[in-house]
């Protein structure tokens, strides 16, 4: 059970969009639409953002959209904005009752 | 609404057994279909999922860390709890507990986690 593989960080300027990807495997992200996004200000808790691929939790702006596309799932954020900036962890159910993240991306907002 | 707090020594020697127990309020642990959880974050690193517990009692586990933890639910008392032993160094970390909506590991509730250090 490997950890899925992130970018170690991300840019954009305000009002562009930012896309972070998060790579498994058929076991993991290729074969279950259970693909969870997170998002982590320094000191903070995780808060979910997007869930089952694609989902938004309530109060989640619609600027944050997630897709998967094989053992790739991506974030995208558009229209940033400076309280954007923090960092994004993905993660994916695996099977077995059992679930991996990624090593996480700063996303910065330059 | 519903809300998680994080328990525990804050430091606990090498070789030891830490616990850590969480308090649910604002809902009820027996909830059906959620799960409850406990992650880690080492400093300045990622997340790493370590157990998940039903309130039935039902468990799973990362099999990486499967031989060191036991997880358990008082519903009694509306918290569940965990156990790491043989605690090393690398163990070091923000221990969070969260509700998993299902089996899946979608975790939607967060507590805002207690830093454990091993020490001696």
């Known amino acids: 059970q490997s950890a899925l593989t992130q970018p170690p960080s991300a840019s954009g300027s305000p009002g562009q969009s930012v896309t972070i990807s998060c790579t498994g495997t058929s076991s993991d992200v290729g074969g279950y639409n259970y693909v969870s996004w997170y998002q982590q200000h320094p000191g903070k808790a995780p808060k979910l953002m997007i869930y089952e691929v694609s989902k938004r939790p309530s109060g989640v702006p619609n600027r944050f959209s997630g897709s998967k596309s094989g053992n790739t799932a991506s974030l995208t954020v558009s229209g940033l904005q400076a309280e954007d900036e923090a960092d994004y962890y993905c993660s994916s159910y695996a099977g077995s009752n059992m679930g991996v993240f990624g090593g996480g991306t700063k996303l910065t907002v330059l | 609404q519903l809300q998680l707090q994080e328990s525990g020594p804050g430091l606990v020697k090498p070789s030891e057994t830490l616990s850590l127990t969480c308090t649910v309020s604002g809902g009820s642990i027996s909830s059906f279909n959620y799960y409850w959880g406990w992650i880690r974050q080492p400093p300045g690193k990622g997340l790493e999922w370590i157990a998940n517990?039903?309130?039935?009692?039902?468990?799973y586990y990362n099999p990486s860390l499967k031989s060191r933890v036991t997880i358990s639910v008082d519903t009694s008392k509306n918290q569940f709890s965990l156990r790491l032993s043989s605690v090393t160094a690398a163990d070091t970390a923000v221990y969070y507990c969260a509700r998993s909506l299902g089996v899946v590991l979608t975790f939607d509730y967060w507590g805002h986690g207690t830093l454990l250090t091993v020490s001696s």
């Open positions: 517990i039903y309130y039935s009692g039902s468990t």
